[in-house]
T-cell receptor
Framework: EPEVTQTPSHQVTQMGQEVILRCVPI?????FYWYRQILGQKVEFLVS????????KSEIFDDQFSVERPDGSNFTLKIRSTKLEDSAMYFC?????????????FGQGTRLTVV | DQQVKQNSPSLSVQEGRISILNCDYT??????FLWYKKYPAEGPTFLIS?????DKNEDGRFTVFLNKSAKHLSLHIVPSQPGDSAVYFC?????????????FGTGTSLTVIP
């Protein structure tokens, strides 16, 4: 069964360092997302991506964040200068359709710990 | 701004009984609703969805009910099994208005007691 894969599963980084979280969405999906979940809190939307550009982004997704689809399979989230409060589980997701009712399929997540 | 709310952080049910998980929303533009299940250290797994044109959708042991006037939906699991123990997230979207992003509730942790 097709699945969304994320690497690494756990990333520890020093405050102020740059991190890149990687995702391989399901191959025929067109719409990609990043969500995050701070421990004990709700799953929060960060950004969605379609046709090689950002479609929507939340207030969380400030200038420290960027996304890229460097090739036909990978979808990355970069945090330029990490802060302690960036520590969270980051989930990548993809969905098949651009518009309309469709579910998103999530990866297993990357646990980011900023120390 | 919590647009999707799950007011019960946890629920315990005996095996074989019905589990009812509740969700409320505030944005009347939401027209597509989903339930996700999440095990520890895993990503959310899609469970079942419902469009606003329906008031019920059933898939095996799982049934989702939508009450648009009350802005309320619920997930019924019958019969509950120990393997159903997980955190359940309600999510909503308004594809025609806010794009494809999903707004999640804070989750309800379900424990099914053998």
């Amino acid at each position: 069964e097709p699945e969304v894969t994320q690497t690494p599963s756990h990333q520890v980084t020093q405050m102020g360092q740059e991190v890149i979280l990687r995702c391989v969405p399901i191959s025929n999906h067109l719409y990609f997302y990043w969500y995050r979940q701070i421990l004990g809190q709700k799953v929060e939307f960060l950004v969605s991506f379609y046709n090689n550009e950002i479609s929507e982004k939340s207030e969380i997704f400030d200038d420290q964040f960027s996304v890229e689809r460097p090739d036909g399979s990978n979808f990355t989230l970069k945090i330029r200068s990490t802060k302690l409060e960036d520590s969270a589980m980051y989930f990548c997701a993809s969905s098949e359709f651009v518009r309309g009712n469709t579910e998103a399929f999530f990866g297993q997540g990357t646990r980011l710990t900023v120390v | 701004d919590q647009q999707v709310k799950q007011n019960s952080p946890s629920l315990s049910v005996q095996e074989g009984r019905i589990s009812i998980l509740n969700c409320d929303y505030t944005n009347s533009m939401f027209d597509y609703f989903l339930w996700y299940k999440k095990y520890p250290a895993e990503g959310p797994t899609f469970l079942i969805s419902i469009s606003s044109i329906k008031d019920k959708n059933e898939d095996g042991r799982f049934t989702v009910f939508l009450n648009k006037s009350a802005k309320h939906l619920s997930l019924h699991i019958v019969p509950s099994q120990p393997g159903d123990s997980a955190v359940y997230f309600c999510a909503a979207s308004a594809p025609g208005y806010t794009g494809n992003q999903f707004y999640f509730g804070t989750g309800t942790s379900l424990t099914v007691i053998p």
